[in-house]
């Protein structure tokens, strides 16, 4: 590490190959011109170390901008030979070092612990992260006495802080903790200290397996690389991981840590990547934010080093399209040779990925057609539970067609970083809306959340999901556990046909139990809603409040259908229509809702919902949605705003055995849905000329014309 | 125009010049490649003639694009000399031919009468001209027997149903009335009809003064050259002018056309292009959709007939980086010619178009700082009433600031062409809340609109409006005869200074009565409320409606702040805060509203309000709306969330002169607002070491400290 021309995660030679892609029209140039002008802005500001404050305030901003500027001023002076630079990120070096040790403890906000320039000790951590990397490309240059008085004013007090003061903290398997060992681990590569290297590798009791980076890459993930906290989490902690694995590899390559708890980190890049739609952003599951996408600066990281230390599927390389700018490293130009001549139209693939320590605890089906930003991709979730940041949605939907989020993920109540919303911190309406199952694309039993909306009870339990067979995206989720004495089974699918341009999706959701209960199917649209058919709307001349608790209390009721088997509705988002069809055995109202009851401080979007409720022991809702025509407001054109599903009809059939009569203007489609149990058995159809023999979950049956059939088993 | 290599308005060698451009990354290289995947996609369909539907219908889509193809097919065959595509065209065109004179009459949907292909002959105008301009391209290759056949069995009776069914109708003043001559007219030049041509240029009776071409270009614009319906409505009404006007000055020059009536088209090209916001977006006056822009096929000609044919400022050549295509003719080669090298970054100004027949009925004041995108342009209306498209908003406001319309014009209460909403045409909630008072941005008396919603009234009376000295951007608008006894005026200026990045929007509105009335300040804001500051806001628990006419029974009440001379509220919208903040004398109530109470049939957008409530006889809302901060959902950044105006307060001053002051952190700004009738007097400020002398409406005087200071005159 110590060899002159290394500077921890860049070499001499690496720095001269960056240096080839300035003015680049792509990821590499833009990025490296951003550096720039970040670099030039704070040159002029000068240096400004501010006292302390809220997130989003001045302080708040300022603190974090400095320490980007360190590793970044650093890194461009190295890359352009500019000593400008060099000096500058010495200087606010230098000036947090000369005040770090006198400053108080900030107040606690929150469960964190507090650092000193921030209210929350994880900034802290980021910003040593971003310091020590900046150091590491000074420290050839700088004088003995400077280099001693940077640690003795800055490094060596955090570093005590965070594995001395906070030592209990520093253990812990969380996305903290590993942005906690990858500080303290890079800092420790950098000023040298083997102790401080050896506790954020192999934790505070040597063993590798109870925490420091090791246990973190082992047991934070599933074995199949699912994080449990979901996507956005997901791209927060794989940023240190990208950063220290990558330094550890270059400098103890005997640690094997890219191959570490078998390819464990290799495994978590593919499905943080694979979890994202087809416009880079991620599915907002569990606390999350609806923007947050591929572009961020942990994704960009993890897309690079899967690039330059793995063998990157084209799939995934494709989606590379989503990022605007690149990590400037040796890994971000291996990510640009990577993706030169790729092919972006790659059809996606449907994955499940199984979650808990062992992969035995559910998991989440992530279901896909198509190619490009025109490809859909459903997420069906019957996993564990996000720990503090989980939502009660076990077996939730959420669904993206069209080069939208057609069936939304509400993500978290809380604006980040902005002062005035609470400190940016979350919000009340994040347990009392957000969380709660009302709140997700699913049934909810007796106006209730899952798990009575308990957190532990929650963390104990998981659901159950597999792929469907018969079908290339398709899922069967069930969960027993979420509320008692009622079993929940969902299946999902992606059906494709030469009915229809934009594959269709089913979805259809089976409860199970010998009591009665009220059941709430619900789900988040945007745009517009065009038209209720059939049943007739009845707009509310006041708006009431839906319930009282358990996300209902932030609910208005804006409009009602009276109770049907059969409720249909167009809307309109953007430049395309969607249709929903549903079926129930039992006649079910249907209400118009929209987000923002009870909301005194503002801090819920006014979104738009739709529930059609019914009371039953058992019941399934069987339900249909369909992406058409076209409208372009600003053109005035507009084709297909009627639904092309004509009719929708649940045939009659045996116990496990589903059949589904969609009737097209160009023909009919039979999709019929068997258990495992069922299937072997065979199927007379009366139009068909012989019996079918149910070999799969799923069977499709194109029949060119429209009349109906009865069939039986 | 029988001259060999002659197309009416193309030539020989100008489709040379155009060719050249194919392949092109411009916006003529754009447009020609979509014309060749136009007709490619027509040709792969074949020849479909369909029969009669409702807009938006299959039916209704096909006959309007088979007369774009027509036009389309014959232009690329003639550009790049393709057999195949002239002779699609000519297949169409006889196709029609051979059954146009059999189709009855459609059922009239509306007041416009009805045509044949469409329900209103407005659309089957259209479909006239573009057929006429394919058949102008085919006819030098058509057999003679062909050529009797199109005019015997297509041309000759659309202009006999044009000009002798509804006769009645030819000669209306009117944006149909332009298609209908331009259609004629173009028609008749292409199968030389002089009668025909006759009384498309000067109308029935030969004067050209109350029908025809000429009289439509000389009353259908103020001398200024602005449209009463407004740009909505201009846009539509300027593609038929651009395109008449072309082509008599190709074949007539002597027509002078292009300077008829004080050269009013040029005029007109310069108000309609100066009306776009910076984004290019029409600001949506009277009855408009909010999505119409200068990518509009009306607006693309507006620009290059402009350019081709008049000497046309840079400010609104830099308009046209907001068109992605061109008009596929020699005035848009001329259009890609002159905007070549000209800077976009031109500093708009602001203007006042006077609005009626002789310039005497008030006007619009559009008022604008800033360059490009990031210019602000606001929206001041107190001219005539937009006819059968007018809304009740004399002396509305609207407000673009740092790429959004922050006080937003409603628009509409229509989709066009979507079938399923009403077969595409205006709804019931266009009159019951579009056009009312309360849906614009401005005060409402005793909760009714303007002339008592009376649209014959209300097109009796006009507002008055001018221009403020003292400032670049402001004006004072009066109008005295929208309610019975109560006299409106409104001075709004941005104001700029050290103390912003961005300008700050100020609001004065007085209302004088001698009779208490209920005035209501209310504005359309969009994003989100982050929050309401110094007053206490109550979320009610139950939404009420507002009230039963007028508009306010589409209304809904969320919540409200006590009564208080004094209210203030930031929002979020995309990237930017943006703060209003309002004092009174009387203590007003402040509610948050949403528009959707009572609309059964989904055709109201769910947009947020405020409004501020209070009786009195005589009184003045001073507003302030400052836009402010960033930030970046994505990247979680945020800064500047707070209002940058910390006090804002009105000094006590004499009648006729307003002394408002704006405190920030880093001084104060007074801002003096002088009725003519005072101006020359002479005012003493406290902190003034000398008397200031009043010379114009607006004088700003930017004080260091940020102590208050008090005054006399």
Redo the contacts between chains.
Sequence with gaps: MSAQGDYLLWTREELDELRRQQGQDNAMGRSLAALEARVAASMARGIVIPGQGEA?S?EH?THKENARVIEGAALWGRLSDNVQALAHAEELLAGYAACYRDMPYQVARNTNPPGRLFHQILNEHIWLLHASLGLALLKPSLSEARYQSLLDGLFQPMLEMFTETYRHDFDRIHNHGLWAVAAVGICAMVIESPEHLAISIDGLDGSGETGGFLAQIALLFSPQGYYVEGPYYHRFAIHPLCLFAEAIERHHPERRVLTHADGRIEKSLHVLLSTAYPDGRFPALNDA?????L??EGARCAMSLLAARYEAPRELLALARQQQGCWIHANGLALLNAVQGVDTQVEATSQLFRDGPDGQSGGHAHLKRGQGLAAQHVVLTAGQHGMGHGHFDELGLSFFSRGKEVLKEYGFAR???????FG?RYLKENEGYAKQSVAHNLVVVDMQSQHAANHALADERHGEISLLTGCAAGARARCDNAHDGVAMQREVLLVESRHTETPILLDVFTLTSEQPHVYDYTFHHGG????WWGSE???L?????MGDRHGYQHL?K??QCRPATGHSM?W?EGDSFHSWHQITQAPAEAFQL?V???????NL??D?KVMTRLTATSQTFYSLFESHGH?D???????G??PQVIHFRVLPSADGVTILELTFATGRLLVVLAEPARQGESLTLEAGERPLRIEQDVTLIDLPDTARVSQNT
């Design positions: 989003g001045f901003n934010s609806r923007s947050m996408d572009d961020d604006w980040v970083n902005v002062e005035t919303k940016g517009h809603v065009v038209r709307f009845t707009a001349d006041a708006l009431e409040v208005w804006q409009g167009t309109l929209r923002g009851a009870n909301d005194p401080d503002h979007r006014p738009a409208f407001e600003a053109l005035e054109q507009c084709g705003a009627r």
